[in-house]
């Protein structure tokens, strides 16, 4: 074994006084060509169980070797290469330790000594003893064991709420750097293109804007807790054709620039996210992993990046075996390296020391090495892992203290959950308690969501992502059923309960019970929607494609039924993607739609639909009317939108973007701009009064949009440009004001270059993209003008404290 060798801590490279700039610089000079590819690799140790053990005999029965294992696409065929001992593996030094606590189900104590293990064989087998980052996957919380399961990021996007995000990052990101990690694989910034894709539930929706701000929000608060936030999929992923998970991207430039990339762009320049994952797809024939463009053009020398650039599990060999752009695994790797890809996840395949054969035959240039382990080597220093004092023990000596679901987690979840439950309609039965409301003396709640507490957590919640191969493990955390909820939530009621069906599947065997049951009460809840899992193993998460926006299996079938009884029928949609409910809306007596609300959802869901909780999410996506002729997102072109006398079908929506009700009344009126007309480089404050003039407490989400009258390529009929999240009392207003510079209209011209325009442009603001009262023109005046990654990128909004009507 080669003994670590720790130079004096006067040595520059050591010495946290210095900046990491020139540490980097004297690191780099003493590497040898090896250990700075070293440093470009990574090892998932647990990915093939060798550190402790196989899986529960009854958790693997009846299921084969690839069904056990899957937790990452196509991870049977790469895991046979990536099972080189860590110790060989790290001979030259490392870059990353892969998902070290997220690939078995291990407690925080044990997660930490197996941290501590792997650090010190990476530490003690290369000559200079540099740790590696530890990475794991974060998007609904800690993909750990036993950590809180907050709601998908879809539901994020239904809070229409920075702030909430931030906070929920912030405490994401300090449990796992309690037990030793230094990097988080999220937040997911794909723009949904297509609802039917599977992933659609790791998104905040499919505005850009939208998801630029809640990225931002979850970006800082992550980093903000001392964890590296990694941006995902960089670029295009969500818009494959056919809504096909992997599938080939056809979208022109146009689109790639003013549709997916704001999000990310945001998130570089506004919140310096400190890393970015690439997408597995190819736009326009080009994969994300080997596009320069992309990754260094745009990424780092337009927009100032100066993150690492890590790749998706395995896409680098993808680069070969799928895209069929490289020979093997080994050209996959240079032409990865070369594009800009720092470091290869989660496994070393192409960026192993093949490279070095390369750079000596002059088929590579050392310099393009040089560049990402300067990259990986700065990350290192900024985290203190070259800091003399650093030690893998220290790194996670908080873990035995740690509580992955603390109260003060489970109360943040609760929160999130609450603010992202979306009241489409009330009907004539919500809320189901409360002064005045009828007392319901049976009610019958029915439904796989009302049965299945997993139904309420992603794909990348621990519970649905690893505890499959392990069920004699439960759930880890205490996710309690929505029916179970109801109970609590009212205790004066008889509730009785039937599955009805399963989530899937054709089986109509219990249909007839739950029939009987809904016949024979007051009310009926019926809650059907998704359960998230990998590769074909769910209705709807990574793999899970939809061909239609039917619900899945017979649960169609099962609404349908049940509101045929007479018998009132609150339908809850808990699900990762919208469903058609032009079926159902005006036959059910409630509508309501929860988007995987997390551990917490059962508590929040009861509280919507008794009265305790004032519902105030608003749908990220539009909900469709009918499964086949789905629309392509509100951001549409005129052609795009309407039927116009011109198609067979109509793309308008059941429930628009922005969409959602409550239990108390809005006004927003009183529109008032600063100027009528503003120079290409001058900006504008638009004030509107927003009041609540019902009875209860409540919050209304005011929407900013713009349409560009005329413009020199087609543009969305409307396009969100600000928000604001704004809490009343009964009979409360207050005002509320944007501020819109002129940068905030640009688009991407004929010439691909970005452009102000002078011109007329509708300003709208109101409840949702299809609720608009407030309307005015706003001119635009001078010289076209050109604008690059210095344009402002935000549209700042301040709230006034309130008045009160008398």
């Not at 189900?105 to 650090?119: M, N």
């Not at 056809?250 to 790639?256: F, N």
Request: with cysteine; net charge negative.
């Amino acid at each position: 074994m080669i003994e670590a060798t720790r130079l004096p801590q006067d040595e520059v490279w050591l010495d946290p006084l210095r900046s990491p700039e020139v540490r980097v610089d004297d690191l780099l000079a003493r590497l040898t060509l090896a250990e700075k590819v070293g440093q470009l690799g990574s090892r998932w140790v647990l990915n093939d169980m060798s550190a402790t053990g196989e899986p529960d005999d009854e958790a693997s029965e009846g299921l084969d070797q690839a069904e056990v294992m899957n937790v990452a696409p196509m991870q049977d065929v790469f895991a046979a290469s990536g099972t080189l001992a860590l110790e060989d593996a790290a001979a030259h030094g490392l870059g990353h330790l892969t998902r070290v606590h997220g690939s078995l189900p291990l407690t925080p104590s044990e997660g930490a000594a197996e941290v501590v293990r792997q650090q010190r064989v990476v530490i003690e087998r290369s000559r200079l003893g540099i740790p590696a980052i530890v990475h794991e996957e974060c998007l609904t919380g800690f993909t750990a064991y036993g950590a809180t399961v907050y709601p998908a990021a879809i539901a994020w996007g239904a809070t229409f709420d920075p702030e909430l995000v931030e906070a929920m990052a912030a405490a994401i990101g300090r449990d796992m750097a309690a037990v030793g990690v230094h990097q988080g694989l999220s937040p997911v910034l794909d723009v949904v293109r297509d609802y039917r894709w599977g992933r659609v539930e790791e998104t905040m929706g499919e505005d850009p804007y939208l998801v630029s701000m809640l990225g931002a929000a979850y970006v800082r608060g992550l980093q903000g807790a001392g964890v590296i936030a990694t941006l995902k999929h960089f670029a295009g992923y969500s818009a494959s054709r056919a809504a096909r998970n992997h599938g080939p991207v056809p979208m022109g430039r146009r689109e790639l620039l003013d549709v997916i990339l704001p999000p990310f762009e945001m998130a570089v320049r506004e919140a310096g996210v400190g890393s970015v994952m690439n997408s597995y797809s190819d736009v326009d024939g080009v994969p994300a992993g080997a596009d320069p463009w992309l990754l260094t053009e745009t990424l780092r020398d337009t927009w100032g990046f100066t993150g690492t650039v890590v790749s998706d599990y395995w896409a680098v060999p993808f680069l070969s075996s799928m895209h069929r752009v490289a020979a093997d695994a080994d050209d996959a790797g240079a032409l990865a390296l070369a594009a800009g890809i720092d470091v290869e996840l989660p496994d070393t395949l192409g960026f192993g020391q093949q490279l070095t054969a390369r750079v000596a035959e002059g088929d590579l240039d050392e310099s393009v090495v040089d560049r990402a382990a300067r990259r990986v080597l700065l990350q290192k220093i900024r985290l203190g892992l070259l800091d003399p004092g650093w030690t893998p023990e220290g790194s996670v000596e908080r873990a035995a203290d740690v509580e992955l679901d603390s109260a003060d987690n489970r109360a943040l979840a609760r929160t999130m959950a609450e603010r992202s439950i979306v009241l489409l309609d009330a009907g004539d039965v919500l809320p189901l308690a409360g002064p005045g409301r009828p007392a319901h003396t049976k009610v019958a709640v029915i439904g796989p969501a009302a049965h299945d507490p997993r139904t309420f957590m992603g794909c990348y919640a621990f519970p649905n992502h690893v505890l499959p191969r392990y069920p004699a493990k439960g759930l880890g955390i205490s996710v309690p059923t929505l029916v179970e909820a109801l109970r609590s939530e009212l205790p004066d009621a008889s509730i009785v309960h039937a599955r009805g069906c399963s989530t899937s599947g054709s089986d109509r065997s219990g249909l007839a019970e739950a029939v009987s049951m809904a016949a024979d009460a007051d009310v009926c809840v019926v809650a059907v929607g998704d359960l998230a899992g990998l590769f074909g193993h769910g209705t709807s998460g990574e793999g899970c494609d939809a061909p239609d926006l039917s619900l899945p299996g017979v649960q169609g079938e099962l609404v349908a039924r049940l509101i045929e009884t007479g018998t009132p029928v609150v339908v809850v949609v808990v699900s990762g993607r919208p469903y058609a409910l032009g079926e159902v809306a005006g036959r059910a007596a409630g509508l309501v739609q929860a988007f995987m609300p997390g551990e917490e959802g059962a508590a929040a869901i009861a509280g919507v639909l008794s009265g305790r909780v004032q519902p105030s999410g608003r749908l990220p996506v539009q909900i469709p009317r009918s499964p086949g002729a789905q629309p392509g997102t509100y951001l549409q072109p005129l052609l795009g939108v309407g039927n116009h006398g011109i198609s067979t079908l109509d793309p308008t929506p059941l429930y628009p973007f922005g969409f959602g009700r409550s239990y108390t009344s809005f006004v927003i009126d009183g529109l008032e701009l600063s100027d009528d007309e503003i120079a290409t480089d001058g900006e504008v404050r638009i004030t509107v009064r927003v009041t609540n003039t019902g009875d209860l407490p409540g919050a209304e989400v005011v929407q900013l949009y713009l349409h560009d009258a005329v413009a020199q390529v087609t543009r969305p009929v409307l396009q969100l440009a600000g928000f604001a999240r704004v809490d009343l009392e009964p009979l409360e207003s207050r005002v509320v004001t944007f501020t819109l510079h002129a940068d905030r209209t640009a688009f991407t011209g004929r010439d691909l270059r970005r452009v102000v325009e002078p011109g007329d442009l509708q300003v709208m603001v109101g409840s949702s993209a299809a609720d608009l009262p407030c309307v005015a023109v706003l001119r635009l005046t001078g010289e076209p003008r050109l604008v690059g990654a210095e344009r402002v990128l935000v549209t700042p909004v301040q709230v006034s404290g309130a008045e009160r009507e008398r």
